[in-house]
């Protein structure tokens, strides 16, 4: 049993890898909680609605060999989940859903009685494009008159990236991926234009909570110098914080339940002012992918329904259209990689619509999401969760190899070490794709051909087929390694 | 702002607000910290018995009537420009 690297932070509890098992440890404390949970009517109801992660708590007998080691009173297994993804890999529209389905649950579960004890963007994941909340630990009796404390995480993990794509155009991803908490209220504020602070939503959910924070750290520090000789964070200020808190003015259950709400349509009416991109409507107006479509789209189902892959990737997936076909053909689930934030909301949105195991997430193949956080470990690094068991690399290379100067045999192994099966797809100079990125730069690039991409392949995987795209002068490659 | 002169004028009982919120987590739970902005600001939305999120519900509701959006396809807001009586 490995402990997951990023489950550190509630003391009553942790997840385990054992093989592909997933397990958790509970304490004594939160066993005896967890038993009361499950019972729940609203708990019951959100898992049967696919909401909250299952979990069965393992008999002593059940239990693999070494769990005892780890102390736990009870140890909980839960579905393994296909890929686990991060809130600065998901597009836009899935950072949304992933945020209605936090409040979603958290509704439901106040109805029950219950509420949850953080709001970590990071406990949601997806099982194709359907969020699912997967902290079981999370879940926690209402005590009448308590305040929301998950309110600060929920706005840095889910509502201020969101406000900040869509009142600024300007994507999460970079600032989400260097901080793992997500973006401040405070920072936010200061980012968004002044007009917009007049928008009622951005003044309710960003402004307001970040004067006040500020106004809080002022007060704060005001108090601590006049004398009163409690420091912030000191032992005196906890004591008189925890003094104070007796006495504590209770949040109606109500008030509560409207914040929810409230932020749930902040949320749902979000709008993305977003200046088009060269790729957003690539699919869709690209003449020379109209001729060699045919082929291609054979040539991706064949593939498929051949090797019916339970996990595909498909590297620069756009607005999935291919990956729709190879789910038809045969394959399990499919998570797809593009930097382009347009394509992938309309890959996300269709894919939600249509109920189809696919998941479209931001991420440069050149640049993928590091390990990082806490020892470097709290966060994998992208390629380590992939597990695919095959790869389609349609109209990529000439991307890496070419417009980001990366060298062709790295990036024919890069693709290749992804998957034990794949299409490669070549596209060469003469295509007008290629001619736009040489466009206005020096011509570098002398050994890129077909005979050299050829061998690239040959040197590292066996070549099971191949097919030229008609139309153009691109050939697909079928590897197997 | 209006808040903020609000505020300065009841400073001390913002802070200690503040640290009466921060204060009373429940120890099972006190590994996440709450942010001192949103706890203040569910201290004054108790302060006034829940009233603040129901006005910035409506705020909203009643701004959104008065916008002339232009990027509307969202039908929820199609029906309640059509049928303001309902709010």
């Not at chain 1, 979990?55 to 686990?84: D, N, Q």
């Not at chain 1, 404390?149 to 994507?171: I, T």
């Not at chain 1, 009416?269 to 003449?287: E, F, H, I, M």
């Amino acid at each position: 049993m490995i402990r997951d690297g990023g489950s550190y932070r509630d003391p009553s509890g942790s997840v385990y890898r054992h093989g592909d098992r997933i397990l958790r440890s509970l304490s004594a404390e939160a066993h005896a909680a967890y038993l009361k949970v499950e019972a729940n009517p609203a708990v019951i109801q959100s898992r049967a609605r696919g909401d909250l992660i299952d979990g069965r708590i393992l008999k002593r007998g059940e239990w693999p060999t070494g769990a005892e080691e780890f102390g736990p009173a009870a140890l909980v297994e839960h579905p393994a989940l296909p890929c686990i993804t991060y809130p600065y890999e998901w597009p836009f529209e899935a950072l949304r859903a992933a945020a209605l389905a936090h409040l979603d649950l958290h509704l439901n579960l106040l109805d029950g009685g219950m509420t949850l004890t953080d709001a970590s963007a990071y406990n949601i994941q997806f099982t194709g494009s359907n969020p699912v909340f997967i902290d079981a630990l999370s879940v926690r009796a209402f005590t009448e008159g308590e305040y929301w404390l998950g309110h600060d995480q929920f706005l840095r993990q889910f509502l201020n990236p969101l406000m900040l794509e869509a009142v600024c155009g300007v994507s999460y991803a970079a600032l989400y991926r260097g901080d793992l908490e997500g973006l401040t209220s405070h920072d936010l504020a200061r980012l968004l234009p002044i007009k917009s602070w007049f928008r009622p939503s951005v003044l309710a959910a960003v402004v307001l909570p970040a004067r006040l924070g500020q106004r809080a750290v002022e007060t704060t520090r005001v108090t601590a110098g006049n004398g009163s000789g409690a420091a912030p964070g000191s032992a005196e200020a906890d004591t008189a914080a925890t003094t104070a808190g007796r006495a504590r003015r209770p949040l109606p259950k109500a008030a509560y339940g409207n914040m929810l709400k409230h932020l749930r349509r902040v949320i749902e009416r979000l709008q993305v002012a977003r200046p088009t991109t060269g790729w957003s409507n690539y699919a869709l107006d690209n003449s020379y992918v109209a001729d060699g479509r045919q082929t291609k789209e054979a040539f991706v189902r064949d593939f498929a329904g051949m090797l019916r892959p339970r996990q595909l990737l498909d590297v620069g997936c756009n607005d999935g259209a291919y990956t729709r076909l190879a789910l038809e053909a045969g394959a399990g689930s499919v998570i797809g990689l593009d930097t382009d934030r347009a394509s992938l909301d309309r890959a996300f949105l269709a894919a939600r619509q249509s109920k189809v195991n696919f998941l479209p997430l931001y991420a440069d193949i050149a640049n993928p999401s590091p390990s990082q956080g806490w020892r470097g470990q709290e966060r994998s690094d992208l390629k380590s969760r992939l597990k695919a068991d095959a790869v389609i690399a349609l109209a990529v290379t000439h991307h890496m190899a070419i417009g980001r100067n990366l060298p062709l045999d790295e990036v024919i192994d890069d693709l290749i070490g992804l998957a034990p099966a794949g299409i490669i797809e070549f596209v060469p100079k003469s295509d007008p794709m290629v001619q736009i990125m040489l466009r206005g730069r020096e011509d570098i690039f002398p050994r890129y051909d077909l005979a050299q991409f050829r061998s690239h392949i040959v040197q590292r995987a066996q070549i099971v087929r191949e097919a030229s795209v008609p139309g153009s002068e691109r050939v697909l490659f079928q590897y197997q390694r | 702002m209006r808040v903020n002169q609000y505020l300065s004028g009841t400073a001390s009982v913002s802070v200690v607000t503040f640290f009466m919120v921060t204060g009373a987590l429940a120890p099972a739970h006190a590994y996440l910290d709450p942010g001192s902005g949103t706890m203040l600001l569910q201290a004054i939305i108790a302060a006034v018995g829940g009233g603040a999120a129901i006005v910035f519900t409506k705020f909203a509701r009643i701004k959104s009537y008065f916008q002339k959006d232009s990027a509307k396809p969202d039908a929820e807001r199609d029906q309640s420009n059509r049928d303001p009586g309902k709010h």
